[in-house]
T-cell receptor, first 113, second 113 residues
Framework: EAGVAQSPRYKIIEKRQSVAFWCNPI?????LYWYQQILGQGPKLLIQ????????DSQLPKDRFSAERLKGVDSTLKIQPAKLEDSAVYLC???????????FGEGSRLTVL | DQQVKQNSPSLSVQEGRISILNCDYT??????FLWYKKYPAEGPTFLIS?????DKNEDGRFTVFLNKSAKHLSLHIVPSQPGDSAVYFC????????????FGSGTRLQVQP
């Protein structure tokens, strides 16, 4: 069974530029999550999708971050414009339902200079 | 407000000895707890979980203990092996709402040969 796929693995941009990350969850998983992990901290939820609907985006900085999950499968997370404090690893995860174990991708490491 | 706390940033043990990783939580609505292991440049991988209706769950060398009255859980690894060296995250989900996982800040375990 293929795992959660994410790209790109690494991205370096300058502040005020934009960046987009892509995630393809495990086949059949209805729930998709984007987490932000800043160095030395645990992952923090940014947004949760159930199929193609948003379940929770309360911690998403909506002035600069946006996410979509068209057709209820893959998802993109965009940051525009980026700030220095956005430097982090962006982790995508999926689960079959809304409870239980989450399966994580390898993450996309963003460095904002 | 950190709802899941891992107060020990790091732990070092000798190979063959027991490793005990601790986690405290503040949200009384949490009813499902998980431990994830993370190697460098990889996403977190699920290790073991426990429901709030239990106080112990065992899987091979890994045992998780839950003390609901103290809002405390611990992960025991016996015997510890060098391959167990990683960052361990405690996570919890609540019985209401979105049920996405809330993570602690992690404990880096180093198992010395």
């Amino acid at each position: 069974e293929a795992g959660v796929a994410q790209s790109p693995r690494y991205k370096i941009i300058e502040k005020r530029q934009s960046v987009a990350f892509w995630c393809n969850p495990i086949s059949g998983h209805a729930t998709l999550y984007w987490y932000q992990q800043i160095l030395g901290q645990g992952p923090k939820l940014l947004i949760q999708f159930q199929n193609n609907g948003v379940v929770d985006d309360s911690q998403l900085p909506k002035d600069r971050f946006s996410a979509e999950r068209l057709k209820g499968v893959d998802s993109t997370l965009k940051i525009q414009p980026a700030k220095l404090e956005d430097s982090a690893v962006y982790l995508c995860a999926s689960s079959f339902g809304t409870t239980g174990e989450l399966f994580f991708g390898e993450g996309s490491r963003l460095t904002v200079l | 407000d950190q709802q899941v706390k891992q107060n020990s940033p790091s732990l070092s043990v000798q190979e063959g000895r027991i490793s005990i990783l601790n986690c405290d939580y503040t949200n009384s609505m949490f009813d499902y707890f998980l431990w994830y292991k993370k190697y460098p440049a990889e996403g977190p991988t699920f290790l073991i979980s426990i429901s709030s209706i239990k106080d112990k769950n065992e899987d091979g060398r890994f045992t998780v203990f839950l003390n609901k009255s103290a809002k405390h859980l611990s992960l025991h690894i016996v015997p510890s092996q060098p391959g167990d060296s990683a960052v361990y995250f405690c996570a919890a989900s609540a019985k209401t709402g979105r049920r996405a996982l809330t993570f602690g800040s992690g404990t880096r375990l180093q198992v010395q040969p």
